[in-house]
């Protein structure tokens, strides 16, 4: 937003997110050096996991970008990035069983990204015109604006919330999948395991920032009244 002596209460968030971000790169670095010893790659993997809960009308496919991976609940299509899709790497086996346990979140309507993918929208809009919103009122002294930029604020907030538990439930179905299945040796399970925690910590982080910039803006329309 801009510079003042709230933003010191960003910093925790910052280093942590830094840090989340180190962390998801190293890690899945480290296991995209680690090969299968079944040597599945990770767009098979996907597909297995797809067929094996009778998802065959969800397409697997391989998108640019690094660690761009998604599923996307609109196309029914679940999207590797290149060096998840063709690898046969522990890394990119626990990447690519992950989105697919989102597609079968979707498919069986696991309510908490039912909710998420309904907020999509308005959290959109809300991530727009929030900080717009609050500082146009406070530097015009319209304190209703302030409040309409904080009730969008707290959707965007909301949203980062919802997805943690979503990402966690994704990471623990795709670890389970891939033990049941024996895609994965026991110590190959480690691997991906990490690579998974290790994301986890990116959505932890953006929640975290997420929270502590909603507190800020509380604190500066707190200061006008």
């Known amino acids: 937003m801009y510079y003042d002596p709230t933003f010191f209460l960003l910093i925790p968030a910052l280093l942590f997110a830094f840090f ?3 962390k998801v790169s190293s890690t899945f670095a480290k296991y995209s050096q680690v090969a299968c010893s079944r040597g599945y790659t990770g767009a098979q993997v996907a597909r297995y996991i797809l067929d094996d809960y009778r998802l065959q009308q969800i397409v697997v496919e391989p998108t640019p970008g690094e660690l761009t991976d998604h599923y996307d609940p609109q196309a029914k299509k679940l999207r590797l ?4 899709y063709g690898s046969n790497s522990v890394a990119a086996i626990g990447v690519a069983a992950h989105e697919a346990g989102h597609a079968i979140q979707d498919i069986k309507g696991y309510f908490p990204i039912k909710i998420r993918n309904g907020m999509v929208p308005v959290t959109n809009l809300g991530t727009t015109l929030a900080f717009p919103l609050f500082l146009v009122g406070m530097f015009a002294g319209l304190p209703q604006l302030m409040d309409a930029g904080i009730v969008l604020f707290s959707l965007a907030v909301a949203f980062s919330v919802l997805t943690l538990p979503v990402e966690f439930n994704a990471s623990q179905r795709a670890i389970r999948v891939l033990s049941d299945g024996h ?3 026991d110590k190959e399970l480690v691997g991906a395991k990490a690579v998974l925690n290790a ?3 990116t959505y932890i982080a953006a929640a975290a920032m997420a929270a502590l910039n909603l507190l800020r803006l ?3 329309r707190n200061q006008r009244d």
Request: glycine letters at 0%.
């Open 199 to 201: 994301a986890a910590l």
């Open 20 to 22: 989340a971000q180190w």
């Open 81 to 84: 990035s290149e060096n998840v």
């Open 218 to 220: 509380l604190i500066l």
């Open 183 to 185: 895609f994965l040796m």
